[in-house]
């Protein structure tokens, strides 16, 4: 992103791992909707330039002095939200919120990213170890995959037996929030998705149900459950998005806001039913991160990818914002 936003190709050093770093040589880096906000709100991320790419896996390549127990040439993927990891919120485990580097920092959020030929880490912390996982394809672990997995275990008391999750947008983030939702809860999972290709990859995936946004989502949820949806995860973030996902919330249930596409819902006393929760989330942290590979290593969740090269980006962006971007997950491949 260069300075005051939007999307450019160039050619960038490569860095020097200093005290603490790890070098990470990049073998893919996933492709966001989160990008397009990124390069239109520059000033929110510091105001540039850097890489973008905070999906990104890849090789451990070097360390810096006081770095031990790496390997070179060990597959891992990144955690990107990078804190101070000395305040007290980062020393309750809450990177991601940390307040010294606020409002927000981390590869390809502020400082470079992983769309490059290799990606600089501050520190090992942040990289979790894939295995014998192929990390041409791991990079959206993170954040793809993270994100909705983090949300997901703040609502698990919400999503127990006879429990009905709904998932609008089945994007990215939404085909790894259906296969967690189905590995991790007992939830019914119905998903809302404009797109033919995307609703019956949701099938595929494991979904009960996929729904247009035109057709009486609200209806369908009742029929399923009368109360209406005990967690609505709104991966979209559209006006239109957040008033479907407020349509379908139960009394006490909850509406999680992930997508980036920053439309309003107006809140009063009488706009949701009692006592349902209306709240964001941000991204996951890297002990999560390590539950996530977990699971995809265990093959209960699988990154569905097509890879494409660094020129192709900005195109493929262009496409994820008109969505005409298909299904699963883009990756950039340095
Ligand atoms: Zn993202
Ligand atoms: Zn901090």
């Known amino acids: 992103m260069p300075v005051g936003g939007g999307i450019e190709l160039a050619d960038v050093p490569q860095p020097d791992p200093g005290p603490g770093q790890v070098l990470v040589r990049v073998a893919g880096a996933g492709l966001c909707h989160s990008d397009v906000t990124i390069a239109r709100v520059p000033d929110f991320y510091g105001g540039g330039p850097f890489t973008l790419g905070h999906e990104t896996a890849g090789w451990i390549a070097g360390w810096g002095p006081g770095v031990v127990g790496l390997e070179e040439g060990a597959p891992v993927v990144a955690h990107a939200e990078w804190g101070c990891g000395g305040c007290a919120t980062c020393r309750r485990g809450d990177e991601r919120l940390c307040p010294v580097v606020a409002p927000i920092a981390g590869a390809g959020l502020g400082a470079n990213g992983g769309m490059a030929e290799y990606l600089l880490v501050p520190a090992a912390r942040y990289l979790v170890a894939l295995g014998d996982l192929d990390p041409r394809d791991a990079g959206p672990l993170d954040d793809a995959a993270l994100t909705p997995y983090h949300a997901i275990r ?7 037996g006879g429990s009905l999750a709904v998932v609008i947008g089945a994007g990215g983030v939404g085909h790894m929030a259906i296969q967690i939702l189905k590995a991790v809860s007992a939830a019914t999972v119905v998903v809302v998705e404009p797109n033919e ?138």
């Open 154 to 160: 703040r609502a698990r008391d919400e999503l127990v």
């Open 197 to 334: 290709a995307r609703r019956s990859f949701a099938l595929d995936l494991g979904a009960d149900v996929a729904v247009h946004p035109d057709d009486d989502l609200a209806g369908q949820v009742r029929a399923l459950r009368p109360d209406g949806a005990s967690v609505t995860f709104d991966l979209v973030g559209t006006d239109a998005t957040l008033a479907l996902a407020a349509s379908v919330a139960s009394p006490r249930g909850r509406v999680v806001l992930i997508g980036t596409k920053l439309g309003s819902f107006s809140f009063n006393l009488l706009s949701l039913p009692w006592e349902c929760r209306l709240h964001t989330s941000y991204a996951g942290e890297p002990r999560e991160l390590e539950e996530v590979v977990a699971l995809a290593r265990a093959g209960h969740i699988t990154v569905h990818t097509r890879h494409l090269d660094l020129d192709a980006v900005p195109a493929a962006i262009a496409s994820l914002e008109r969505g005409d971007h298909g299904v699963g997950r883009a990756i950039a491949v340095p």
